[in-house]
């Protein structure tokens, strides 16, 4: 089965532009999680989705949007970038989410670095 | 809101050696407890899940505890290799459903 898959892997932007990421989930999973991760933090929850629905949303600004199709892939969208967004952006997959300790499936994280 | 709190330093440990890394929550005693392993460059993959109802769980040369009592899960690695040097992450549900919320990792360093 292949893995987590996110597009693209590295972005270089400059502050003001807008960027969207994408994450294709394992198959058969419906549950995508987005995450923000610089070092030093762990990883901060972003937003989750379920079946084209948003279920959860961490505390970040507005300019941090996501959505799901139908497919189960998950697209992430940073408008008006500032150079604090530079970081690692994960997404994880599962078959239902987190509630019951479901593991997650990461993939490979886009760095994104905004100048 | 619970937090988690993990050791920031990294921690050197001799090959062959027991490596024990911790991880401290804050509020209420989660429903489980789940750790990762994070090589540099790439997304966390998982170890092990506890449950609040049990003590220990193990998976090869890995044991995980879980001490609801302390707020604590320690993490073992026995007869460590220098291929176990990756940062581990601790993670537990948050305070809304379909959250987990994460330590910042702990870097292990084996040294052959």
């Known amino acids: 089965k292949a893995g987590v898959t996110q597009t693209p892997r590295y972005l270089i932007k400059t502050r003001g532009q807008q960027v969207t990421l994408s994450c294709s989930p394992i198959s058969g999973h419906r549950s995508v999680s987005w995450y923000q991760q610089t070092p030093g933090q762990g990883l901060q929850f972003l937003f989750e989705y379920f079946s084209e629905t948003q279920r959860n949303k961490g505390n970040f600004p507005g300019r941090f949007s996501g959505r799901q199709f139908s497919n189960s892939r998950s697209e992430m969208n940073v408008s008006t970038l500032e150079l604090g967004d530079s970081a690692l952006y994960l997404c994880?997959?599962?078959?239902?989410?987190?509630?019951?300790?479901?593991?997650?499936?990461f993939g490979p994280g886009t760095r994104l670095l905004v100048l | 809101s619970q937090k988690i709190e993990q050791n920031s330093e990294a921690l050197n440990i001799q090959e062959g050696k027991t490596a024990t890394l911790t991880c401290n929550y804050t509020n209420y005693s989660p429903a489980y407890l789940q750790w990762y392993r994070q090589d540099p460059g790439r997304g966390p993959v998982f170890l092990l899940l506890i449950r609040e109802n049990e003590k220990e769980k193990r998976k090869e040369r890995l044991k995980v505890t879980f001490d609801t009592t302390l707020k604590q899960s320690l993490f073992h690695i026995t007869a460590s290799q220098p291929a176990d040097s990756a940062t581990y992450l601790c993670?537990?549900?948050?305070?809304?459903?379909?959250?987990?919320?994460w330590g910042a990792g702990t870097k292990l360093i084996i040294k052959p």
């Open positions: 993670a537990l549900p948050g305070d809304s459903n379909y959250q987990l919320i």
């Open positions: 994880a997959s599962s078959m239902a989410g987190t509630s019951g300790g479901e593991t997650q499936y």
